[in-house]
């Protein structure tokens, strides 16, 4: 699959290259696994030294990137390094008459390896940094870990790097143009099954494309394979972040991706306060988000949690509910349950769709969804503009024909009578829009 996307990532990472030339800088990149993170390194940088953190012992580690180094460079390497810090240091002093950019991917792995590595790399790097000419990329999956590295004010590496790229999945028009690339007879449902099931997490794209899964069932069929990497990949991604409370972790995504949207709904199934779990969850793992109705008060206790990603939404909604068929590999009972409740289950995704879309439009000053208390008079889509006084207020289906305007407009009211002396328009956006 060509590349696709990523020019604002690339002409950063190209930019950065070119100060250190000048000075030694320090790049880091987050995102989650499967994003694309390598692939966006290789492509900004042909010429690289990259060494990948495996779980090894670090002698062992530092043998390996001795040996990749040497190569690199085409250069004899003098002396023996146990030590990381030592092999950093020595890096550093070559790059005080050459330029190079140096990759280190999985870069929390150290936290495990040998964590004083950090303080070291600290101390180093202070010493270093303004004499040397070392283009420095560092690239981590665990975003627990990787926040904890770089943005804990006790943790050494705080405040050191130059440059922050957060990679995430890629937008709607990507995915779109992804599919018209390679199937260009596709049908609006497949659009959207696509944009649900991939995410647009480049991997799972990746797969898609080369096994030409581009209709709903062929995508199931991929998904629901004996060898597929799907059936393990949220306890692949998530088990290692969350440590060995992982269990609560998942019952509560497990509930939200079932419309068990509210902290009270979930604490009520499962019979304790998880007031912590949620914030960790939002704040530190950046798996779920709050969702307030638009133009509610800082404070408002009216909330729902949703998860970000769109294929764990999925996982956790029919793989892990049904993970008992899943290990006796009866992979076509959940099969039909997905095929049975997907008509149910995309029109939210419709709906985020839609959201990101009038997102990218950059006409709007605010957009969010709206409900009142009890959730009653629920609008799927609020879009303001406070420069020309408009108003967007949007109803999303699935289905056009169940779509009421004149519904629309009461539920409205209240949101119409804040902006008197606003444009508002009704429309309504359904599956025949995408």
Sequence with gaps: MKFYDREKELQNLKDIEKLSRRSSKMTIIVGRRRIGKTALIKKAYKKRIYFFLSKKNEALLCEEFV???????????????????????????IAKTRAFTLIIDEFQEFLRINPSIYSDMQNIWDSYKDETKLNLVLSGSIYSLMKKIFEDKKEPLFGRADNKINLKAFDVDTIKEILQD?????????????????????KYVEIFVDKRAFSFEKQLDVIFDENS?????????????????????????????????????????????????????????????????????????????????????????????????????????VKEIVERDFSMYRGRF???????????????????????????????????????????????KVNKNRIDLKLLERKAQKIVEKFPHYKVEYRGFSLEDI
Excluded: C
């Excluded at 049908?187 to 995410?199: M, V």
């Excluded at 991604?237 to 440590?243: A, V």
């Excluded at 950046?286 to 970000?308: A, M």
């Design 229 to 333: 990497l799907f059936l393990d990949e949220g306890k692949n991604l998530l088990i290692e972040e969350f440590g060995k409370e992982y269990t609560t972790y998942f019952s509560i995504l497990s509930l939200i991706a079932s419309s068990k949207t509210s902290r009270s709904e979930m604490e009520s199934i499962l019979n304790k306060n998880i007031g912590g779990y949620l914030d960790r969850l939002e704040k530190e793992y950046s798996v779920i988000k709050k969702i307030k109705p638009i133009f509610s008060k800082e404070q408002s206790r009216t909330l729902k949690y949703e998860i970000t990603d769109n294929f764990l939404n999925f996982w956790f909604r029919f793989i892990y509910k049904y993970r008992s068929a899943v290990e006796i590999e009866n992979y076509e009972y």
């Design 350 to 396: 419709l709906e985020k769709y839609f959201i990101e879309k009038l997102k990218k439009t950059k006409k709007y000053s605010n957009i969010g969804t709206y409900w009142e208390k009890g959730n009653k008079n629920e609008i799927n889509i609020v879009a303001v503009n406070d420069s020309d006084k408009s108003l967007l207020i949007a109803e999303v």
């Design 67 to 93: 040996s990749i180094l040497s190569e690199s460079l085409d250069m004899p390497i003098h002396g023996e390094f146990k030590h990381f810090s030592k092999l950093f240091a020595y890096i550093l002093e």
């Design 182 to 202: 390679h199937s260009p007879k596709y049908q609006k449902e497949d659009l959207l099954s696509f944009y649900i099931l991939t995410g647009g997490v480049a």
